[in-house]
């Protein structure tokens, strides 16, 4: 017999999905629990094993202790991305190189990158979409950014703001390598 004073696990976890407007489907995807199981939880069916519940909080991106309560306390973010895992590519420019330190699922919402250019070189970017900021600090070297009609020319320790919704460049116009530290924030809806 259940005590009626607290809700079920499988309700929480039904209600708790619900509010992250996740499916079954895409829970079983972020959990790694299959959704027939995920079903019969929530239906109380089955009891589930802690395990489990730890696989649904982390899909939930939730404490266990929220699926156990019935309350949700958001889980304190506290991501790592080491630096084996950190993707770095080649521009079609040649001598620019990009290392992206953001992690995918933060891709088109906020963007980390280091950014390197040989003397003399250049990255040309189409616009992004509308109210999409750059920012940039100079860490080593002496670059040029031009965005639509703006222009500016940057050196060690300076910071710059912008507007990528319009054709922009980077480019190194000194003689040492540049290298640049660089956060790209999207504005969703173009709000």
């Not at 005590?3 to 079954?24: C, D, E, F, V, Y």
């Not at 991106?61 to 156990?68: A, G, P, V």
Request: hydrophobic share 35%.
């Amino acid at each position: 017999m259940q005590n009626n004073s607290h809700p079920s696990i499988g309700s929480s976890i039904q209600k708790m999905r619900k509010a992250h407007k996740l499916t079954l489907s895409s829970l079983s995807q972020k959990s790694g629990v299959s959704a027939a199981t995920l079903s019969q939880i929530e239906a109380d069916k089955v009891n589930p094993t802690i395990a489990t519940l730890w696989k649904i909080a982390e899909g939930l991106e939730i404490d266990i202790q929220s699926l156990l309560s019935g309350l949700e306390k958001q889980r304190p973010m506290f991501d790592i991305s080491r630096k084996d895992e950190i993707t770095r590519f080649d521009t079609e420019e040649e001598g620019v190189h990009i290392r992206v330190f953001s992690p995918l699922s933060m891709a088109e919402d906020l963007e980390v990158y280091t950014l390197t250019f040989k003397p003399g070189q250049k990255l040309l970017s189409q616009a992004h979409p509308a109210k999409t900021e750059e920012f940039l600090t100079v860490v080593r070297g002496n670059i040029r950014v031009k965005a639509g009609e703006n222009e500016a020319q940057l050196g060690p320790g300076d910071f710059i703001r912008y507007h990528a919704d319009v054709e922009h460049h980077i480019e190194n116009f000194g003689a040492e390598t540049a290298l640049i530290n660089m956060v790209v924030r999207f504005k969703k809806g173009g709000e």
